[in-house]
């Protein structure tokens, strides 16, 4: 099941504004307020969804149903006012189904390529996990390359472009695995939990007669999200920044069977940069590879035993590799 709105191909790059570090700051707080309009109690869930974006990045949003996974990348995209498309991963989605297929036209007797739902902005993987890995792996070109390939024809995807996926955690025997490949195509990795007591009463009062989501108005345009994606990725990052994030991936591919890859480092060196400015920053700090560190890398681990997984190996890489 899909529901596509893609941009038209004219449009897929638009010309490219001049935005300060402030600018882009002060952008993604008014986005992550605008998102806590429809979404209580995960602010910091929101910052690193706003902070993906922003560097380039995609999410996966893991839980059990009815936390919010799905309405979080819906009030993301109104945010930003963005073509936005939602999949529904099923056991029976075809890979076409994604990317899109050629149609034979009868009136002009040639085939012509009809978009799938990655022709978008923003596009809503929706239990991501449901569909067999030959659905999924449709998604590995998007993801890395930002473009897809149909029957040999290679087509770009619009920009910006930025996959956020729901993956369900409650019933294994009914979703398959994620390829490796594909979760280390991801930027960050988030877990929502539930609401405490308050901020649960808070939502109910939001949501019990009109939904927020109903409502929601963008408070900025791609035009501007490209803009600030370009002064995200001019950030500065100085040697020893490199140096002491190549020194913690290098930690975890000592104590672990699988550890980060260099596009782990990449991805982790780019969130900083995003979370620099977000601190209203133009260079990047250890203290913003700290921050993004426990979600940017320990879905990209593999340990060979249970007693410990990705994220415990990360704390103890955060703890003994010291920053120079």
Same mark, same amino acid.
């Given at each position: 099941?899909?529901?596509?709105?893609?941009?038209?191909?004219?449009?897929?790059?638009?010309?490219?504004?001049?935005?300060?570090?402030?600018?882009?700051?002060?952008?993604?707080?008014?986005?992550?307020?605008n998102v806590a309009d429809v979404i209580v109690g995960h602010d910091d869930a929101i910052e690193h969804v706003v902070t993906a974006m922003l560097a380039r990045g995609h999410v996966l949003l893991e839980d059990v149903p009815g936390v919010g996974k799905t309405m979080l990348a819906r009030s993301i995209a109104t945010s930003v006012d963005c073509p936005f498309s939602?999949?529904?991963?099923?056991?029976?989605?075809?890979?076409?189904?994604?990317t899109g297929v050629n149609v034979f036209n009868q009136k002009t007797r040639e085939f012509e390529f009809q978009s799938g739902p990655i022709f978008a902005n923003v596009v809503l993987g929706d239990e991501i996990n449901r569909a067999p890995p030959k659905t999924q792996s449709a998604l590995l070109e998007a993801m890395e390359e930002q473009q897809v390939t149909v029957d040999g024809d290679t087509r770009e995807l619009p920009d910006p472009f930025t996959v956020i996926a729901t993956q369900n955690t409650t019933e294994p025997n009914r979703t398959y695995d994620l390829p490796f490949a594909e979760l280390d195509r991801f930027m960050k990795k988030l877990e929502l939990g539930y609401p405490n007591p308050?901020?649960?009463?808070?939502?109910?009062?939001r949501t019990v007669g009109h939904h927020p989501i109903d409502s929601l108005e963008p408070v900025t345009d791609r035009e501007t999200l490209v803009a600030a994606r370009e002064t995200v990725a001019n950030v500065r990052v100085e040697t020893p920044v490199r140096e002491y994030a190549t020194r913690l991936v290098g930690d975890t591919r000592e104590h672990a069977h699988i550890g980060v890859s260099p596009r782990g480092t990449i991805a982790l060196l780019r969130a900083a940069q995003a979370r620099a400015v977000v601190n209203g920053r133009e260079y990047v700090l250890p203290d913003d590879v700290q921050t993004e560190a426990p979600v940017v890398l320990p879905h990209r681990i593999k340990t060979a035993g249970? $007693?410990?997984?990705?994220?415990?190996? *990360? @704390? $103890?890489?955060?703890?003994?590799?010291? *920053? @120079?």
């Open positions: 099941m899909t529901d596509a709105n893609p941009p038209p191909e004219s449009e897929s790059r638009p010309p490219t504004e001049t935005v300060t570090v402030s600018q882009v700051a002060d952008l993604c707080a008014e986005i992550e307020t939602r999949v529904q991963f099923t056991p029976d989605l075809l890979p076409a189904d994604v308050e901020e649960e009463a808070e939502l109910l009062g249970r $007693d410990r997984d990705g994220a415990t190996l *990360v @704390e $103890d890489a955060l703890e003994r590799v010291p *920053v @120079e």
